[in-house]
């Protein structure tokens, strides 16, 4: 049955009565946002008991998805979409006089993630709920999430992000489920009955606490979990923890999410985080599995556990050791069963993100587990001097020089390693990993990334979603790829005109909260150039920076030249401690301040760079933009998805041939991106023969001697230091990242951007094009993907009962 609006109002205002004892005139958005928050559980609740029975009434093989980091953003409005009730609840709420944008702007966004990795982790719970799959998530419940960025005299100061603070009512806490993770001490073995036991000596407990999360499936009765873990002093070691000090130190275990500083090495707290989720979901896996009597030795045939990236790759050895220590099984079982179970995607091919820890480390933090992974690598190196690929040994074994070496882990535990595009499982195949590819070709595989189409077009582009239910129906929406019928429309003059109107109010739109937050005006009609994501040098931010003060230089030379407006975007958060991506802030907002503030330039450039970029402000940003910026030095970025969230949106891409920039160019066509720059085969040249002079581009190029000059000269004020050093990165450092080599086409490919802009009805088009095209890059076929060929697992039947109504309408 349907549930009507005033059936919903009702409720509604009963549980704001209920909590706050209030009128939905007197209550704040603060509390219309905790009181339709709880509305909305208790509308999924009975669901998400019925799914998990259903997983066990059914014996369905599950997936753990392992992550560090876990990005879901805001839930509200999904959830509102998943259910089935968003309208209703946006019409409800405008007869109670209320804004349903308004009131979601009260949540906070859970932040427990960097960029990417964890987005996509998030992406693939929101599509294995919508696909009905199996699959949970395990990570850390962080009580700070993500640093929240502000600027300070153009400087990024860090601040802490207490997403908690007014409690997260999406959560479950169960005690009940808590579980002991021993850590410390020392270890060793001794003979019981003829089998080696490991014997502990003064190691430490700390209690595991599970937060659940319902993870709402789109209207198909599917309510999957995450599950997120909080470190607690146990009642039986109280002792062991008499100061505030020490028991401080328990706290800190789940209290900070570290920042992506791949650079900085060796932190013991990080290592004990990840050896805390990991020995955590594995036991409380195990120990369900147990309480349904099935044989140890099929575990695998039950249970797939997923290493996002080599944070959870210490999961190869704690499964060992349950198997070993607490189930007795055998050696060789064991790994058997070890190997069948774990799975492991790549997220990167930068050698220096690649995590290595010292073995003496891994001893300090759980001396058991040091044990195991030599032992697997003892007996790794034994086969394959068996096998004689003795050649091979040094370059892939787990342990070497007393460094640990968690991808090789990762990799000979596993039986599947894939990539994240198609550049990038390549690349792992015939370049960084190619001694594994050799070994074990049969474990390499490409899983190119996704995103979740509803949020980043039901929800974040409301106008767009709207013109795409008038051209092609309304299928789209539970069915992604639908959108490519939107190709047969391209001559459709007013569709065309529409897209650039929805856009043009998005710019609109966005132009106010700039407004709000920066006090920069900008004009909607100006080209909003983007570039958002984590800043990195490789990424370089820094070579559109140079384009910038390019297009500055020229504009001082001649105050009259045609030009079609732009207004550049950033968003982008440093890592605290990675001090060269600190400048680039730094450099990026003092150019905005002479450029914004130089009356000559009229409205014909400014510079925007936002604040605390996050999932919440990518939803008000990407609809709005024009081009998107996705110019990473080929080779280095494994995959990116904010481009395919930008296609989505109709936006048009500049970009490199790297990552996943590569299959959208394949399927728009060369003639709806705009590619520059250095390919593959031209970079690896360059890193492989060291040929490149930086040098002889400063000197042979007077644009950008010039540009280059601007940042030691003066001209812009206030970047002594930072402009020195960026200066000195690329001239005498001999540029990393080839952000000069790729400078000169960079120009041309935004001289063809600017010149296809004059023209609105190509422009729109193409955006169509993109818009057209994106629906195949969502995370519901990637996850499809992942189950089919890595996990084998099935969608779950139906669940008895019609708990959603027809239209997949969740009950109230
Ligand atoms: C490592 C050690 C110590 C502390 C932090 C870290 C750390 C944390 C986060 C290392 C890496 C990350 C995040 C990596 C990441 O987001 N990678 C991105 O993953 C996306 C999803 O696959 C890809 O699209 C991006 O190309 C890739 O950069």
């Known amino acids: 049955m349907e549930i009507t609006k005033e ?33 909305v559980k208790s509308g999924y609740s009975d669901i998400w008991r019925k799914t998990w029975k259903n997983y066990i009434k059914e014996d369905q093989k599950q997936v753990y998805y392992f992550s560090i980091e876990f990005l879901p953003g805001r839930l509200l409005k999904s959830n509102l979409l998943n259910m089935g009730w968003y309208e209703l609840v946006d019409s409800a709420f405008k007869e109670m006089g209320l804004s349903l944008d308004e009131i979601a702007e009260a949540e906070r966004d859970m932040a427990l993630g960097n960029g990417g990795l964890g987005r996509l982790a998030s992406a693939f719970m929101d599509s294995s709920a919508s696909d009905g799959l199996p699959v949970n998530g395990n990570g850390i419940r962080y009580k700070y999430g993500l640093f929240k960025q502000k600027f300070v005299d153009g400087y990024q100061v860090e601040l802490p992000n207490e997403w908690l603070n007014q409690g997260n009512v999406w959560e479950v806490a169960r005690e009940s489920k808590a579980v002991d993770v021993k850590f410390g001490g020392q270890v060793y073995l001794e003979e ?10 003064n190691p430490y407990i700390i209690r595991a606490v599970p937060y659940d999360t319902g993870i709402v499936g789109y209207k198909n009765n599917h309510v999957n979990t995450m599950r997120l873990w909080d470190a607690q002093i146990p009642a039986s070691e109280e002792v062991k923890f008499p100061t505030i000090e020490s028991r401080r130190k328990v706290e800190d275990l789940t209290s900070v999410l570290y920042p992506d500083d791949s650079n900085e090495e060796g932190r013991l707290l990080r290592l004990r985080q990840e050896y805390f989720f990991v020995s955590a979901g594995l036991q409380s896996i195990v120990r369900h599995y147990r309480k349904y009597g099935k044989p140890m030795s099929e575990i695998s045939e039950h249970i797939s556990v997923h290493i996002n990236d080599t944070h959870p790759a210490m999961c190869v050895a704690e499964f060992m050791r349950i198997l070993l220590d607490d189930e007795k099984m055998g050696w060789d079982e064991a790994f058997d069963q070890t190997v069948k179970t774990m799975s492991y995607t790549n997220h990167t091919i930068m050698a220096e993100a690649l995590e290595k820890w010292p073995v003496y480390l891994i001893e300090r933090v759980q001396p058991r587990i040091m044990q195991i992974i030599a032992e697997i690598d003892r007996r790794y190196a034994l086969e394959l001097a068996k096998r ?42 015939q370049d960084v990993l190619k001694d594994f590819y050799h070994l074990y070709p049969e474990r390499f595989n490409n899983k190119t990334n996704g995103i979740t189409i509803r949020r980043w077009l039901q929800i974040a582009d409301p106008r767009l979603a709207k013109i795409i239910d008038k051209t092609i129906g309304t299928k789209w929406r539970s069915n992604s790829k639908e959108l490519h019928n939107l190709a047969t429309h391209l001559n459709d003059r007013r569709l065309i005109a529409n897209i650039g109107k929805a856009k043009h109010q998005n710019k609109v739109d966005l132009a106010k909260y700039i407004k709000q937050t920066t006090g920069i005006v900008v004009s909607p009609d100006a080209i909003f150039d983007v570039q958002v994501k984590r800043l990195h040098a490789y990424k370089r931010q820094l070579l559109n920076l140079l384009k910038i003060v390019k297009y500055y230089l020229d504009l001082k030379d001649d105050p009259k030249k045609d030009v079609v407006p732009r207004v550049f975007i950033f968003g982008a958060k440093a890592a605290p401690s990675y001090h060269y991506a600190k400048s680039i802030i730094k450099c990026i907002n003092e150019v905005g301040n002479l450029i914004n503030n130089d009356k000559t330039i009229k409205d014909k450039l400014k510079v925007v760079f936002l604040e605390n970029y996050g999932v919440s402000l990518a939803e008000k940003i990407i609809p709005a933009a024009d081009v998107s910026e ?31 920039n590569i299959e959208i160019k394949d399927y728009v066509g060369e003639d709806n991106i705009f590619i520059f720059g250095l390919k593959k085969e031209e970079v690896l040249q360059y890193e492989a023969d060291h040929s490149y002079q930086a040098s002889d581009y400063y000197a042979n190029d007077p644009i950008l001697h010039r540009v280059l000059d601007a940042f030691v000269d003066g001209t812009i004020p206030s970047i002594g230091a930072e402009g020195a ?30 010149k296809t802009y004059r023209n609105p009805s190509l422009w729109n088009k193409k955006c ?3 818009i057209a095209n994106a629906g195949y890059f969502s995370s519901d076929y990637t996850i499809q993907k992942y189950a089919d060929e890595i996990w084998h697992v099935v969608p779950s039947d139906p669940l008895d009962g019609k708990d959603c109504g027809a239209n997949g309408q969740y009950p109230l």
Do not use: C
């Open 7 to 39: 059936q919903f109002i009702k409720e509604f205002k009963r549980r704001l009565t209920d909590e706050y004892a209030l009128d939905v005139k007197d209550a704040t958005p603060e509390e219309l946002y905790q009181t339709l928050a709880s509305v």
């Open 192 to 201: 019981v009955d003829g089998v080696l036991q490991p014997v502990y000596k």
């Open 388 to 429: 004689a690929e003795t050649d091979l040994i040094s370059g892939t074994r787990i342990v070497n020089n007393g460094i640990v070496h968690m991808a090789h882990l990762a990799i000979i535990g596993s039986h599947s390693t894939n990539g994240v595009a198609k550049l990038h499982t390549d690349l792992l195949e």
């Open 630 to 660: 996705q110019i990473s030095t080929a080779t280095k970025e494994a995959s990116g998805t904010s481009n395919m969230k930008f296609m989505l949106n109709g936006a048009l891409t500049v970009a490199t041939l790297d990552g996943a």
């Open 725 to 754: 050093e960026i200066f000195n990165s690329l001239v005498h450092a001999n540029d990393e990242y080839f952000v000069l080599r790729d400078f000169e086409d960079y120009l041309r490919a935004q001289g063809e951007v600017e």
């Open 768 to 770: 169509l094009v993109n």
